[in-house]
C-alpha cells in the first residue's frame, strides 16, 4: 500500500484500476439480533442519549458476524469527522461507550450461562 493513501482511497484505487479481487470484498452482514437487543437495553439504562445506526462501512464484525454473533457500538465524532486523521471523541462518549460494551459483554454472558 503507498503511504500517502489512507486505506479507503488504497481500496477506491484498487477498485478503480480492476486489482481488487472479487473474494478481497466482504459481503454485508446483519447484527446478531441477540446482541442488538442486549446493546439497547444496556443503552437505553444508560442514562445517554442513544440510536439505531445502520453503518455500511467494513468493520471487523462483517468478517467476525459470519461465524459468531455479533454487533456494533458506536461513539459520537467530534464535527461528525470518522474514520479520518483528524477524527477525535469527546472523553466523555469514549467512557460512555466503553461502559456500554462492558456492561452488554457482562449481560450477554450472563444470558449465555
Known sequence: MRGDLTAAEHLVDRVAHGSA?????????????SVVRAVEAVA??????????PSGAGHDAQILGQHVPSGMIFV???????????????AEHLV????????????????LS
Request: hydrophobic letters at 40%; glycine letters at 12%.
Open 21 to 33: 479481487q472479487p473474494g478481497q470484498l466482504v459481503p454485508p452482514v446483519a447484527s446478531a439480533a
Open 96 to 111: 460512555a461507550g466503553a461502559e456500554a460494551l462492558l456492561t452488554t459483554v457482562l449481560r450477554l454472558d450472563e444470558e
Open 76 to 90: 459520537p465524532s467530534i464535527g461528525g469527522i470518522s474514520h479520518a486523521h483528524d477524527e477525535d471523541t469527546a
Open 44 to 53: 437505553g439504562a444508560s442514562g445517554h442519549g442513544w440510536s439505531i445506526l
